[in-house]
T-cell receptor
């Protein structure tokens, strides 16, 4: 089955710790995206990538980092600089910038 | 970038048509209207999108007014599984990402 896989489904972070969220797609899509969702709110864009080895900051990039070394993978690192990391994180991909985005099932991050 | 306005919640009886409105009065001429939905604790699901003509697919129909300032998503025969938050989004010109608002919570009841 083609799709977007996010792992883990649930993740816990200690204070001062960096954590990395995985996002893999087998749709052969060029573009990939990371969003954050807080309770009762819409999605906010963190980072996006149009092509391998290139990525751009979204609206709330501070405290996050990404890499795009392979077409199918777009991991997100939540660094210790992100002071309020507890949220639902969603990864998406699209064939190109004009096509609809398709989403994974998310990772829920909490602070211990 | 264009903004959208949606009612915070709507109710619909199972088997009836659900008509979800969206206002986007500042939309630009080459911006598309997209609809997504999100079931609790899952990722958003793409439903449909359009520019100026009405569109239909296996999930829904999209009706866009002639002046493009508003649109309606129609689920022709709502089921309990259609209970979700529905987002109306206008794609920003020259920018590939989507801006999600708070959407409409649709509750389908037996």
């Amino acid at each position: 089955d083609g799709g977007i896989t996010q792992s883990p489904k649930y993740l816990f972070r200690k204070e001062g710790q960096n954590v990395t969220l995985s996002c893999e797609q087998n749709l052969n899509h060029d573009a990939m995206y990371w969003y954050r969702q807080d309770p009762g709110q819409g999605l906010r864009l963190i980072y996006y990538s149009q092509i391998v080895n290139d990525f751009q900051k979204g609206d709330i990039a501070e405290g996050y980092s990404v890499s795009r070394e392979k077409k199918e993978s777009f991991p997100l690192t939540v660094t210790s600089a992100q002071k309020n990391p507890t949220a639902f994180y969603l990864c998406a991909s699209s064939a190109d910038r004009e096509q609809p985005q398709h989403f994974g099932d998310g990772t829920r991050l909490s602070i211990l | 970038d264009a903004k959208t306005t949606q009612p915070p919640s709507m109710d619909c009886a199972e088997g009836r048509a659900a008509n979800l409105p969206c206002n986007h009065s500042t939309i630009s001429g080459n911006e598309y209207v997209y609809w997504y939905r999100q079931i609790h604790s899952q990722g958003p699901q793409y439903i449909i999108h359009g520019l100026k003509n009405n569109e239909t697919n296996e999930m829904a129909s999209l009706i866009i007014t002639e002046d493009r300032k508003s649109s309606t998503l129609i689920l022709p025969h709502a089921t309990l599984r259609d209970t979700a938050v529905y987002y109306c989004i206008v794609r920003v010109e020259g920018y590939s990402t989507l801006t999600f608002g708070k959407g409409t919570m649709l509750l389908v009841s037996p």
